[in-house]
């Protein structure tokens, strides 16, 4: 069975750019989560999906950031203008029971 | 003051040392109790969960919960290079199910 997909596994790009990142989960799975990872911290979640619904996104910082899970699939997250603290791994993770999240690989983006 | 504390470490062990690996936390609320495994430049991938108090074992991993003092560890017996990883403890609550609260993660080294 393959696991979370994410593309691209890294980015890089200057302040004031805009960047996204895509997410296929484990096929079945109804939830679907998008973390940040700062170096040397754990993920922080940013938003969650249920099929198609945004159902905690209370982290997501709205000003710049953008989710969407069309189809209650695949999903993109999007950040429009890129700041130099938003350099960290966004981790997509999919589930479908409460205590078992499957992680992708993660997106390594560095914002110069 | 975060919801759940994680020894730092980082720890340094030989080989066939056996390892342990803390948290505490704040949130009363929280009954599930996972242990996720984080090698350099991957996504974390679920070691262990517990529902509530108790110890739960999986061969040389160990995982204990302790409601009461707020406080969970996991255990690695005979521990191997190949456990040199970050570990990260993370909990859920029923009332917010599917959010979970991680800690910042304990890196373990295991010297041949």
């Known amino acids: 069975e393959a696991g979370v997909v994410q593309s691209p596994r890294y980015k890089i790009i200057e302040k004031k750019q805009p960047v996204a990142f895509w997410c296929n989960p484990i096929?079945?799975?109804?939830?679907l989560y998008w973390y940040r990872q700062n170096l040397g911290q754990g993920p922080e979640l940013l938003i969650r999906?249920?099929?198609?619904?945004?159902?905690?996104d209370s982290q997501l910082p709205k000003d710049r950031f953008s989710a969407e899970r069309l189809k209650g699939v695949d999903s993109t997250l999007k950040i429009q203008p890129a700041e130099l603290g938003d350099s960290a791994v966004y981790l997509c993770?999919?589930?479908?029971?409460?205590?078992?999240?499957?992680f992708g690989p993660g997106t390594r983006l560095t914002v110069l | 003051q975060k919801e759940v504390e994680q020894d730092p470490g980082p720890l340094s062990v030989p080989e066939g040392a056996i390892v342990s690996l803390n948290c505490t936390y704040s949130?009363?609320?929280?009954?599930?109790f996972m242990w996720y495994r984080q090698y350099s430049r991957k996504g974390p991938e679920l070691l262990m969960y517990?529902?509530?108090?108790g110890n739960k074992e999986d061969g040389r991993f160990t995982a204990q919960v302790d409601k009461s003092s707020k406080y969970i560890s996991l255990f690695i017996r005979d521990s191997q290079p190949s456990d040199s990883a970050t570990y990260l403890c993370?909990?859920?609550?029923?009332?917010?199910?599917?959010?979970?609260?991680f800690g910042d993660g304990t890196t373990l080294t295991v010297k041949p």
């Open positions: 993770a999919s589930s479908s029971s409460v205590d078992t999240q499957y």
């Open positions: 517990t529902y509530s108090s």
């Open positions: 949130n009363s609320a929280f009954q599930y």
């Open positions: 096929s079945g799975h109804n939830t």
């Open positions: 993370a909990m859920t609550s029923n009332t917010n199910a599917g959010k979970s609260t």
């Open positions: 999906y249920e099929n198609e619904e945004a159902v905690d």
